[in-house]
């Protein structure tokens, strides 16, 4: 027991304490006064002197409740806020008698000793106050000149002003005076002594006091014979003893382990600390729906509230994914009779966890969420508050502690609607009450503060259910508000319709919602040639521009006409040597003119040709040249010894030309079709063994008519050949090029990897087409600035990576304003399948951009594990289907069945959906947004993070040229996000010798924790040279270097050097009761929380004579921040003083 508490149990006993004369005075019992407690009051005499000083009257002084001491916390936090402002407003079109209603809210104030209360600090503790006589804050405001809209706009922001808890009155009424016979009077309470219970007991009382006073008799209401501090000893007792050890127990057992975080797909970023901008969606439920719940509940042994509860975390689980969720619902709180008249602060949450593992069927999960309910509500008098403080999860500002999502059913009762409607004025449609007599409307405004990100309010009135779904503004829009609805209203209707479905499988969608994800989104049938094959196209091509130059290596260039003699001949001798359809000829080649004539040659001769790229290892040379079973390999002379020993024919295309230089240069009769295949490209596999991804001609020849129809730069121009032609991208570019009588301008291996070289190439060859991955683009854009002339590019594609907008890039688009951007998807099991074009003023392009909608003839489909389709915005796998779709694995039947299912939403068995592995969501306008690889999708701490948004927010910052975050593990196992950065070279920051890498790297920490929840900022930063890459040009992640640090990330102790780290960590350490705290030790982690949180800050207050908010130490929750924070601002004081002083002396 504390000094405070240890005071406030004497005055609750009967004992007076008094400051006379500087000396400390009591009376009472002897019973109580023992020599043990006189002792302890001498041993504290100067700091009860000292409480004395503050508020002597300590009879009028009360603990808190648990519920109490949260929400003053939580307007300690953030004093401004107004989320817990619970007002209600009712209109009079007659007249009245105002003097009449100000002595009725008086009489109500003495009634309740809660409303005449003030919550001031005590000893770094806060304490009730209750006051004899507490004047009603009442205000009558002239509206007479107003419109309607500006008083309704005077009532929001009346409702919306913040209560100061310490000094100012807990009620107060604002009385708008329309005219005589139109008044409007907005009734404001803080939460802190108020709730929906409480709210009843008024709109009972209110009219019988009313009444009374002007008719001038006495009111007959029940008296009261218990107060709030009955309660608020109750629940001390109850939680301090055995009985309440039994209920921790219980709550210990059902939140053990790792709780979940709602990972609710967002409209918008989280803000870092949680905001609570809200609304509120109206919905209602059919009278024959509510009757078939009502049925089904008795059928099940249920509760209407228990079926309606189960639907909303289904919903819940088909939104996120996550089978493991956490939903809170209030509770009046009130189960003991003698507390049921008494106004005042009650309710309180309990928490129900649904397991959705298993897609079960619906019937099973309602009857574990009927056990969740009952055992929950028989253990509801633990307080939520001590239960959030007993788990010591670690406390994020950002988010509601323990669960994001609320939920509750309330009945409005037939015998007292009226005073309910009154209660709920703020909430619904406009109603007329009689409040004993006097007929009054309640007036409608908007009050729909978020304490959550979702909360599901529903109301039964008569045959019908109604609600509203309240919602964090800051998060959602409302149409996606009204879309969750919606759905929510088809589960139910599913559910009752078939409870024995499984969860994941109930319906959601409306009819024309299915159709238009599956079928309108999807509608992309284009004719296109579907009996012929990639060479035809090319020789189609070169009878229209036949002298067009085709190909362009350093001095060597070749015309279509040049090109195709060249490739005929080849392809002539490739036949000779026994190439047929199917035939996998392998080409392992450094860039070159050969390079393409090979390629071409394999396709006319009717081969496939198999990419190996000479930087690979030997190994895996061989693994893929025995694995496609190779019998004939392009290749050079000076690559032949570099090669493994292979079972294959090997020919020479720079010094064995004479083997094919007599052969006919017609074009070859072939027996090829399109669905022969065109080439295997292998990619890694998950077993470390590469699979060769076996590609048909007609889903190549779709790809490039798609490509030709798209592209917007005209024949003969100029298009940069980047990629490896191990990489499918590299396919695009030749084959697209040459189709559409363009020029194909091949880059050295040097010039590839030196952006600065490359651009001045792009600019000395007038290249108008670029197809980059995002890294290379970003190489590119960030040596920009360095050429005063830059190419005449009029299109830059990318893909392969996502694609992010940085500084850099949009610098470098504003000098090219001809030019588009697009960015396209696809994986090396369908090339590309979507395209998304980024044209106009680069500033105003989003950040993370979409990938888009689906090509010609190709199919996408975001799908649930459960492989059924999910909400706009909400995240699923990406399934691609149609015409672009790679006939499967080369030699591996079993990874093909897995990954290239049959297509459920076709009925012909040949239709197949290949399984990318690719988190994805559809946004409103119809494009998909890529969310990453699920296998790389990051969870620390419970929480789900997107890497890409934390890349792109470290992208905008000034110095950072590239990066890439990713998670890793420490040596205890604990995840942490680490930053990789290139940093700009040539930035006044970063050229600038005084402002070291550390400097630096702090100030970028700053910037990301200004925009940024805590859990998204990474651990650690390692700053490279440039960052490894693949040979296609993505990052190479796995080359990326393990911080050394990050062994003993939060974990080793440092202590406290400076002066203010020292006195930090005595407070700390006598607050929250331990020996030692190192600076980088964490208050939330170490047991702090809310209330200690209080402690701390006015211990530090006066230890540093200093203002600081307890927001301060939640966002800067070491002793290493809060010193750095500290000082910071004694900088800024000084700085100030300074100030004033030069300015009091130029005055002077």
Not at 749 to 767: G, I, K, W, Y
Not at 850 to 876: D, F, H, K, T
Request: proline share 5%.
């Amino acid at each position: 027991m504390n000094l405070v508490e240890f005071l406030q149990d004497l005055s609750q006993k009967g004992v007076r304490l008094w400051s006379e004369g500087g000396k400390l005075r009591s009376g009472g019992s002897q019973e109580v006064l023992t020599p043990e407690v006189i002792a302890l009051l001498k041993e504290h005499k100067t700091e009860i002197l000292h409480l004395l000083s503050k508020l002597p009257d300590i009879s009028q002084i009360y603990p808190l409740s648990y519920g109490q001491k949260g929400l003053w916390f939580l307007w300690k936090l953030s004093p401004d806020n107004h989320n817990y402002n619970v007002s209600t407003a009712m209109r009079m079109y007659c007249q009245v008698d105002i003097i009449a209603w100000q002595q009725t809210f008086q009489e109500l104030k003495k009634r309740h000793p809660l409303l005449r209360t003030t919550f001031p600090e005590w000893g770094d503790r806060p304490v009730q106050q209750v006051h004899e006589n507490q004047e009603l804050d009442f205000l009558q405001i002239d509206a007479s000149t107003w419109s309607e809209e500006e008083l309704h706009k005077k009532v929001v922001e009346a409702h919306r002003y913040p209560f100061d808890l310490e000094t100012d009155s807990v009620i107060r009424v604002r009385w708008f005076t329309v005219s005589n016979q139109n008044h409007v009077m907005l009734l404001t309470f803080h939460h802190i002594v108020f709730d929906g219970w409480s709210g009843n007991l008024i709109a009972k009382e209110i009219p019988q006091l009313y009444q009374a006073i002007c008719k001038g008799e006495e009111y007959c209401l029940s008296p009261l014979n218990y107060s709030y501090q009955d309660y608020v000893r109750w629940q001390k007792e109850l939680v301090e003893g055995e009985k309440g050890e039994k209920l921790w127990e219980y709550w210990q057992q059902k939140l053990a382990g790792d709780l979940p975080v709602l990972n609710l797909p967002t409209d918008r970023p989280r803000p870092p600390i949680q905001t609570d901008n809200g609304a509120a969606y109206p919905f209602k439920l059919s009278e024959k729906l509510t009757q078939q719940l009502k049925e089904l509940a008795k059928q099940e042994g249920v509760t209407p509230n228990m079926v309606l509860l189960a639907a909303f975390q289904i919903l819940l689980y088909r939104y996120t994914g996550q089978e493991d969720i956490l939903v809170g619902s209030p509770t009046a709180g009130r189960t003991r009779p003698e507390f049921a008249s008494i106004v005042g602060h009650f309710v309180d949450s309990v928490v129900m966890r649904a397991d959705l593992s298993g897609n079960p069927c619906f019937r099973d999960f309602l009857s574990q969420v009927r056990q969740t309910v009952l055992g929950s509500l028989a253990h509801q008098d633990y307080p939520f508050a001590l239960i959030v403080e007993r788990l010591q999860q670690e406390r994020d500002p950002s988010r509601s502690p323990l669960f994001q999502a609320s939920f509750v059913l309330q009945k409005l009762l037939a015998e007292s609607q009226d005073t309910q409607k009154l209660a709920y004025s703020g909430t619904k449609e406009k109603a007329l009450i009689n409040l004993g007599g006097l007929e009054v409307e309640t007036f409608v405004f908007d009050q729909f503060e978020s304490q959550f990100d979702v909360f599901m309010q529903m109301l039964e009135e008569n045959s019908y259910l109604f609600g509203f779904l309240k919602y964090n503004t800051d998060l959602f829009d409302e149409q996606t508000i009204a879309g969750m609805v919606a759905h929510f209203q088809t589960l139910v209707e599913g559910i009752v319709s078939n409870p024995e479905q499984r969860v994941g499988e109930l319906p959601i969608f409306s009819e024309t919602e299915k159709q238009q994800l599956l079928v309108t989104w999807n509608d992309t049938k284009t004719d296109y040639p579907t009996d012929k094959c990639i060479y035809q196209l090319f020789e189609e091509q070169v009878e229209k521009t036949p002298n067009a130059v085709a190909v362009v290596y350093e001095q060597q260039s070749l015309t279509y006409s040049q090109l195709n003699r060249k490739a005929n001949q080849l392809a002539h001798y490739l036949q000779k040597l026994g190439v047929v359809p199917e035939t996998l000829v392998g080409i392992c080649i450094e860039r070159s003119i050969e390079m393409v004539v090979g390629l071409l040659a394999i396709l006319k001769a009717g081969g496939a040709y198999v990419p190996l790229d000479p930087s690979y290892p030997s190994e895996r040379l061989a693994y893929m040249v025995s694995d496609a079973q190779v019998s004939l390999l392009l290749t050079q002379e000076s690559l032949v010894t570099l090669l493994p020993e292979l079972d294959a024919q090997i020919v020479c295309l720079d010094s064995n030309e004479n083997l094919w230089s007599d052969h006919s240069q017609d074009n070859l009769s072939s027996e090829v079709i399109p669905s022969n295949l065109g080439y295997v490209i292998y990619t890694s596999g998950s077993t470390g063994k590469p699979k060769g991804v076996a590609m048909s001609q007609g889903s190549l020849v779709n790809l490039l008519l798609w490509q030709q129809q798209e592209t917007i730069v005209g024949q003969g121009a100029k298009t940069l050949q980047f990629a490896p032609i191990s990489f499918d991208v590299s396919f695009q570019e030749i084959f697209s090029t040459w189709c559409s009588g363009g020029t194909l301008v091949l880059v050295s291996s040097e010039l590839r990897l030196d952006p600065l070289a490359l651009m001045e190439f792009l600019t000395h060859n007038q290249v108008e087409r670029l197809f980059l991955p995002f890294v290379a683009l970003q190489q590119l854009a960030s040596v920009a600035y360095q050429c005063q002339n830059l190419p005449p590019l009029r299109e830059i594609v990318t893909a392969g990576e996502q694609l992010q907008v940085t500084l850099d890039l949009v610098e470098m688009m504003k000098r090219l304003p001809q030019c588009r951007l697009q960015n396209q998807y696809g994986p090396s099991e369908s090339h590309v399948v979507s395209a998304y074009t980024l044209e106009g003023d680069a500033e105003k392009w989003p950040k993370l951009p979409p990938i888009g909608r689906p090509i010609a003839n190709a199919q996408l489909y975001v799908l649930s594990r459960e492989q059924q389709p999910v909400p706009v915005g909400v995240p699923g796998e990406l399934y691609i289907g149609g015409a672009g779709l790679a006939n499967g694995y080369l030699n591996r039947l079993e990874l093909t069945s897995q990954k290239f299912i049959s297509n459920p939403f076709e009925n012909s068995k040949a239709s197949k959906l290949y399984k990318t592995g690719d988190l994805a969501r559809y946004l409103a306008d119809g494009n998909i947004e890529f969310l990453g690889r699920i296998d790389h999708q990051v969870k620390i701490r419970g929480y789900r993070i997107e890497t890409g948004e934390i890349e792109a927010t470290i992208t905008q910052y000034a110095i950072v040229k590239e990066t890439v975050v990713l998670a890793t593990e420490n040596n205890q196992g604990n995840k942490h996000l680490v930053a990789y950065l290139v940093l700009e070279t040539e930035t006044p920051a970063s050229s600038n010798p005084e402002v070291s890498e550390t400097e630096q790297i702090r100030k970028l920490k700053q910037y990301l924790k200004e925009r940024l929840p805590e859990y998204m900022i990474p651990s650690g930063f390692v700053v490279l040279s440039q960052l490894p890459l693949t040979p296609s040009g993505k990052v190479n992640r796995k080359a990326l270097p393990v911080p050394d640090n990050l062994s003993s990330v939060s974990t080793e102790f440092v202590a406290p050097e400076t002066e203010t780290e020292k006195v930090l960590a005595e407070i700390w350490a006598e607050v929250l009761g331990i020996e030692k705290v190192g600076i980088h030790d964490n208050f939330f982690d170490l047991g702090g929380h809310s209330l200690i949180a209080t402690q701390v800050v006015s211990r530090v207050r006066k230890a540093f004579a200093m203002e600081i908010s307890v927001s301060t130490l939640f966002e800067n929750s070491t002793i290493a921040k809060l010193a750095e924070n500290l000082v910071e601002q004694q900088l800024e004081q000084v700085d100030s003083n300074i100030l004033e002083q030069i300015l009091a002396e130029v005055d002077g």
